[in-house]
């Protein structure tokens, strides 16, 4: 896949690049395109911008950027900040490759993951709240189906009845248990954390940020990771042996678990590109709907079946 002309004038342009001496594609994520840009002295990573969530991922890179907070003495979550605007984000390059690439097992990747996903909830949350906006789900989904596959829009209806029964649930299971919102990253895929030279280990890509519960950050790891139904008890363990005072809320996890898998599958169905005969987001957004019909079978939780979606079409 090669980087389109607009793209690399628009790079050229950024006052931080001078003899750049080659631009090259990264294919490791499947969202923003990230480029990497070597110039006479040093090497930089390049993310083009969504402008729906620009503000959020900046504000979160240039804050988990600052060495010496109280966050991390010895190493921030994300790399330094170079450059940003409102179209783009440069950081520094990360040597290494992600955590999804490493020869690592699944135990130890999970770990990783987990040991950086306490560090980002034990944050202050009033350094955010003028820059990462509550988690609302109802919204979540609006914004995915603004420009839906066709066959989505035939079964409105049952997508909609799915979205106001989770939001509700959801909604409710907060205000009973009174669970207090933390920085949730929404996204910690194994490829959304990098693994340096030295085993160092990065947290990137924040467009998905928001504030709410531990529990959806939990879920959404468990979603997108593929996390086996099995794992899932012993992975809130290992949480709570980072974070003591945490006080696992299960019904509100499993909510959480199939809104996950729920809006993933909405993503990567909103993503095809009908041009392409790779069908590599079908594929994921089939395996999202599937684990969301099993879960929710498993557990008992009557909701409609999103596959039903997928077969009547």
Same mark, same amino acid.
């Given at each position: 896949?090669?980087?389109?002309?607009?793209?690399?004038?628009? %790079?050229? *342009?950024?006052?931080?690049?001078?003899?750049?001496?080659?631009?090259?594609? %990264?294919? +490791?994520?499947?969202?923003?395109?990230?480029?990497?840009?070597?110039? $006479?002295?040093?090497?930089?990573?390049?993310?083009?911008?969504?402008?729906?969530?620009?503000?959020?991922?900046?504000?979160?890179?240039?804050?988990?950027?600052?060495?010496?907070?109280?966050?991390?003495?010895?190493?921030?979550? *994300?790399?330094?900040?170079?450059?940003?605007?409102?179209?783009?984000?440069?950081?520094?390059?990360?040597?290494?490759?992600?955590?999804?690439?490493?020869?690592? +097992?699944?135990?130890?990747?999970?770990?990783?993951?987990?040991?950086?996903?306490?560090?980002?909830?034990?944050?202050?949350?009033?350094?955010?709240?003028?820059?990462?906006?509550?988690?609302?789900?109802?919204?979540?989904?609006?914004? %995915?189906?603004?420009?839906?596959?066709?066959?989505?829009?035939?079964?409105?209806?049952?997508?909609?009845?799915?979205?106001?029964?989770?939001?509700?649930?959801?909604?409710?299971?907060?205000?009973?248990?009174?669970?207090?919102?933390?920085?949730?990253?929404?996204?910690?895929?194994?490829?959304?954390?990098?693994?340096?030279?030295?085993?160092?280990?990065?947290?990137?890509?924040?467009?998905?940020?928001?504030? $709410?519960?531990?529990?959806?950050?939990?879920?959404?790891?468990? $979603?997108?990771?593929?996390?086996?139904?099995?794992?899932?008890?012993?992975?809130?363990?290992?949480?709570?042996?980072?974070?003591?005072?945490?006080?696992?809320?299960?019904?509100?996890?499993?909510?959480?678990?199939?809104?996950?898998?729920?809006?993933?599958?909405?993503?990567?169905?909103? +993503?095809?590109?009908?041009?392409?005969?790779?069908?590599?987001?079908?594929?994921?957004?089939?395996?999202?709907?599937?684990?969301?019909?099993?879960?929710?079978?498993?557990? *008992?939780?009557?909701?409609?079946?999103?596959?039903?979606?997928?077969?009547?079409?």
């Amino acid at each position: 896949m090669s980087i389109p002309i607009e793209v690399i004038n628009s %790079l050229k *342009s950024l006052p931080c690049f001078t003899e750049i001496q080659a631009i090259s594609l %990264l294919a +490791n994520g499947l969202s923003q395109t990230a480029i990497k840009v070597t110039t $006479a002295s040093q090497v930089f990573f390049a993310k083009k911008l969504n402008d729906e969530t620009a503000h959020t991922e900046v504000s979160c890179a240039l804050f988990f950027t600052r060495k010496g907070t109280e966050q991390d003495t010895k190493q921030p979550l *994300s790399p330094s900040v170079i450059y940003h605007d409102q179209r783009w984000l440069v950081t520094e390059f990360i040597n290494g490759i992600t955590l999804a690439e490493s020869q690592l +097992n699944n135990e130890l990747k999970t770990s990783a993951a987990l040991v950086l996903m306490a560090k980002l909830h034990q944050l202050p949350t009033a350094a955010f709240k003028q820059a990462i906006a509550p988690l609302d789900p109802t919204q979540s989904v609006k914004y %995915l189906l603004t420009n839906p596959s066709p066959f989505l829009a035939q079964h409105r209806r049952l997508l909609d009845k799915v979205t106001k029964s989770l939001s509700s649930h959801i909604n409710r299971s907060i205000e009973s248990a009174k669970s207090p919102s933390v920085l949730c990253h929404g996204d910690i895929n194994f490829t959304n954390i990098l693994l340096d030279v030295e085993q160092g280990t990065w947290l990137i890509d924040f467009e998905c940020a928001h504030l $709410a519960p531990v529990e959806f950050d939990l879920a959404m790891f468990i $979603a997108i990771n593929n996390i086996a139904d099995g794992k899932i008890a012993e992975v809130i363990n290992d949480y709570g042996k980072l974070v003591a005072s945490y006080q696992p809320n299960k019904q509100l996890l499993y909510y959480f678990i199939l809104y996950s898998f729920y809006i993933n599958g909405l993503w990567y169905f909103d +993503n095809i590109n009908e041009l392409e005969s790779d069908n590599l987001l079908y594929t994921l957004a089939i395996e999202q709907w599937s684990a969301f019909d099993r879960f929710a079978t498993e557990h *008992s939780i009557l909701l409609p079946k999103l596959m039903s979606v997928v077969v009547d079409d």
